[in-house]
């Protein structure tokens, strides 16, 4: 769908007072939208004009200078303008032949310029954006790990309470990575193992009560408890959550923790990431 912007916007962008949001906006489009270059050349030729008749201020004027010296045509048209602004400030007179086939000869030349600026300004903006996103994807790279590495669970597995059939494991974790992420505690369960004991480490206050969902990374529930109750285990605040063995196959799973507000609902409290293997 075809983006169309405001004489105002584009006439900010080309005297470099845009926002950096809606410079951008207009790069962006300038790359889908061929009309949007006719808008910004007759949008330049206006100013152009205000130029030469002095109707810019200082600084417009110098960053309008700046950017015509930028370009093969640039320095061409502001002499024409300046010829044509004073040709109209004199007094009328029958122009000569030859100063018509000059100016003929000149607009040919400006055209065949004009072509080659349109191909240099695009292959221009298609690196400046190239760079740029280039840049940002590594600056977001980046943070995330910073905070993978700074938001990592910590975890703990102990030995089974009791040996043979039925024995008890447990797993200390704190809340931090989302579904799907890398970095998760790693659990192996041995093949008499009844259920696993997970320790949720709460971060806040403790709540009255709370309810604890086992999930898969899609979101379907595999076990739930209610009514649990904060305790202090080895020295933090946290929630006991036991799930039989039979609910862990091998894979990802996430246990979402709710905890009950002054008003009585349910409130999100943290998500516990890990993993089993077998």
């Known amino acids: 769908m075809s983006e169309r912007f405001e004489d105002g916007i584009l006439r900010r962008y080309l005297l470099g007072e845009s926002p950096e949001a809606e410079q951008e906006a207009v790069e962006a489009a300038y790359l889908r939208e061929p009309?949007?270059?006719?808008?910004l050349q007759a949008l330049e030729d206006e100013l152009l004009d205000e130029l030469v008749a002095g109707r810019l201020g200082p600084a417009q004027a110098r960053v309008?200078?700046?950017?015509?010296?930028?370009?093969?045509d640039g320095p061409q048209r502001l002499r024409l303008a300046r010829l044509l602004?004073?040709?109209?400030?004199?007094?009328a007179f029958r122009t000569p032949t030859w100063i018509l086939a000059a100016a003929l000869l000149l607009c040919a030349g400006l055209a065949a310029v004009l072509a080659l600026r349109t191909r240099t300004l695009e292959r221009e903006l298609r690196e400046t954006r190239a760079e740029r996103l280039e840049s940002q994807a590594l600056g977001q790279a980046l943070q995330e790990d910073l905070q993978r590495e700074r938001r990592a669970p910590?975890?703990?597995?102990?030995?089974?309470?009791t040996r043979?059939?039925?024995?008890?494991?447990?797993?200390?974790?704190?809340?931090?990575?989302?579904?799907?992420?890398?970095?998760?505690?790693?659990?192996?369960?041995?093949?008499?193992?009844?259920a696993l004991q997970l320790w949720l480490a709460l971060d806040d206050e403790p709540?009255?009560?709370?309810?604890?969902?086992?999930?898969?990374?899609?979101?379907?529930t595999l076990w739930r408890q209610t009514g649990l109750l904060a305790r202090r285990v080895q020295g933090r605040e946290s929630v006991v959550f036991q799930v039989p063995a039979e609910r862990l196959a091998p894979g990802d799973y996430v246990v979402l923790l709710q905890g009950s507000s002054a008003g009585g609902a349910p409130e999100a409290v943290g998500e516990y990431v890990f993993r089993v293997r077998r």
């Open 35 to 39: 009309e949007l270059f006719a808008q």
């Open 64 to 72: 309008l200078e700046r950017r015509l010296a930028l370009h093969p």
């Open 85 to 91: 602004a004073a040709r109209r400030a004199r007094p």
């Open 154 to 161: 910590e975890a703990l597995v102990e030995h089974a309470e």
């Open 164 to 194: 043979g059939p039925g024995a008890v494991l447990r797993l200390a974790l704190a809340a931090g990575l989302t579904r799907g992420a890398h970095g998760a505690a790693e659990l192996r369960l041995p093949p008499e193992t009844g």
């Open 207 to 220: 709540r009255p009560a709370y309810v604890a969902a086992l999930q898969t990374p899609e979101g379907r």
